[in-house]
T-cell receptor, first 111, second 117 residues
Framework: AQRVTQPEKLLSVFKGAPVELKCNYSYSGSPELFWYVQYSRQRLQLLLRHISRESIKGFTADLNKGETSFHLKKPFAQEEDSAMYYCALRGMDTGRRALTFGSGTRLQVQP | DTGVSQDPRHKITKRGQNVTFRCDPISEHNRLYWYRQTLGQGPEFLTYFQNEAQLEKSRLLSDRFSAERPKGSFSTLEIQRTEQGDSAMYLC???????????????FGPGTRLTVL
């Protein structure tokens, strides 16, 4: 079975502070991990995926298979980063296309 | 707007009624997904189509739920004999098949919010 856990429902930081949104997963096979973001009144959209190993809008995330984690980090938060963030997983070795999402973390960046 | 579209955006119905939602994917995308999202939770997978073939179904998709994609373009999700527990946001997503086993990017629609009274 696949499970994604985002332990924080709300994370509030001040502008310029570092941000770390936690994501832990449970999956026995080979996982593919994603971060999706939903800004206010907008649709859910892909932020980044671990395979790409890229930085998007200053955010990075590293897959740690030993700790089964895929935390999202940004060194200096901006007010426009305020949004709902969802971590998601797909089993690469299953051939299935379905994504399993966590329950999400709301990031509030205060001025 | 060339993104995924869903209709209606909001639906209020009485318990026991049938409802149908429509999803129009991005035109060149051959994969289409339905998810359900309840308050305070992330999206939960319901079903997936590649072209007109329904290839995956979640156990969440009870007998009262049926999805179709008859011509491999738009899709419909029907809920029969609605229950209050069906109240949720129903999300549609589409993607284009890629090679190499890497997951293609799923592009989400705005959702249809269903309220069952």
């Amino acid at each position: 079975a696949q499970r994604v856990t985002q332990p924080e429902k709300l994370l509030s930081v001040f502008k310029g502070a570092p941000v770390e949104l936690k994501c832990n997963y449970s999956y026995s096979g080979s996982p593919e991990l994603f971060w999706y973001v939903q800004y206010s009144r907008q649709r859910l959209q892909l932020l980044l995926r671990h395979i790409s190993r890229e930085s998007i809008k200053g955010f990075t995330a590293d897959l740690n298979k030993g700790e089964t984690s895929f935390h999202l980090k940004k060194p200096f938060a901006q007010e426009e980063d305020s949004a709902m963030y969802y971590c998601a997983l797909r089993g690469m070795d299953t051939g299935r296309r379905a994504l399993t999402f966590g329950s999400g973390t709301r990031l509030q960046v205060q001025p | 707007d060339t993104g995924v579209s869903q209709d209606p955006r909001h639906k209020i119905t009485k318990r026991g009624q049938n409802v149908t939602f429509r999803c129009d994917p991005i035109s060149e995308h051959n994969r289409l997904y339905w998810y359900r999202q309840t308050l305070g939770q992330g999206p939960e997978f319901l079903t997936y189509f590649q072209n007109e073939a329904q290839l995956e179904k979640s156990r969440l998709l009870s007998d009262r739920f049926s999805a179709e994609r008859p011509k491999g373009s738009f899709s419909t999700l029907e809920i029969q004999r609605t229950e209050q527990g069906d109240s949720a946001m129903y999300l549609c997503a589409s993607s284009q098949r890629t090679s190499g086993g890497v997951a293609d990017t799923q592009y989400f629609g705005p959702g249809t919010r269903l309220t069952v009274l």
